[in-house]
């Protein structure tokens, strides 16, 4: 940290000063919190379990559910202890660390989706290649593979906002220690920092949205080409649950992030980060993997022999 520092916390303000507005608020992300972490914690834990579900589409899956339900307690259990007591305070270093796992979490969801859009093309598009190419070393590789890009791309710019000098004020007109605001407070020139930011989000949203749109082109076309109208139907079926998940996401972020000025932000920038920082989160494990007829029929079979157990323990 510089020595021109002199904040030594923000204020963070969160999303309304109603208190009946604060209170409702809190039992509906209280809600979502636990309902987020619950169907991630049940991806996780089936496609662990069951045998059925030892594929490279579950490998991904489960890594994506231990992402999300990461990228979800950044944000929501900070803000619900603010809704909860009234303390709105976070510390400098608190601040950065909490900006910097957003992003990092946040910047891995994506490279992840790109590879789950691979891994679909390459089961429908490649069938009788998939099971040498999409083996468990490469799954891995491609997996750590997000994660390090991510760190690369996250730690350095972090670095730089960690750097600049916060003179005052120190409100946040935000829930979370967002880019954006922290740039407002900022009492030097940060048009560098801006340019890198823009970039960064540049080539991280474009560029795997790129790869999700040629893989689930391809997905498509090759879809057309089957004769069986079941088939067309099953295959759409899994595609089209997968692609409302990348419209969501890539469409309120890139909105947020991928814009000119980057330093200050906008009176609706909050609710888009609600949205792509909280609702799609409680939707993503449902949409993505728990309407899986395969997930089902393996929790079914859980459920079965959880219930045959306690029968004959009785």
Partial sequence: ??????????I??????????????????LLILLLILTGNLVIVVITLV???????????????????????????????????TG?????????FLQSFFFFLFGTSVY????????????????????VTIMDSRVCLQLVLGCWLVSFLFIFPVTIMFSQLPFCGPNVIDHFYCDAAPLLQLSCMDTGFIEITVLITAVIT??????VNVVSYGCIISTIFQIPSSTGKKKAFSTCSAHLLVVAIMYGSSIFRYIRPAQRGGQASDKVISFFYA??????????????????????KDAGGRAFSKRLRRS
Avoid: W
């Fill in 278 to 299: 909280v609702v799609t989160q409680l939707f993503n494990p449902y949409i993505y993997a728990l309407r899986n007829k395969q997930v089902k029929q393996a929790l």
């Fill in 12 to 29: 963070l303000l969160g999303l309304t000063d109603d208190h009946h507005l604060k209170i409702l608020l809190f039992l509906v992300l």
């Fill in 111 to 130: 490279f992840h989706l790109a590879v789950m859009s691979f891994d679909r093309y390459m089961a429908i598009c490649n069938p009788l290649h998939y």
């Fill in 205 to 210: 949203l474009l560029g795997t949205l790129t």
């Fill in 87 to 95: 303390i709105n305070a976070i510390s400098f270093a608190s601040c």
């Fill in 1 to 10: 940290m510089t020595n021109s520092t002199t904040v030594v916390e923000f």
């Fill in 50 to 84: 069951d045998h059925h579900l030892q594929t490279p589409m579950y490998f991904f899956l489960r890594n994506f559910a231990l992402l999300e339900g990461c990228f979800t307690l950044i944000i929501i259990p900070n803000f619900l202890y603010s809704l909860m």
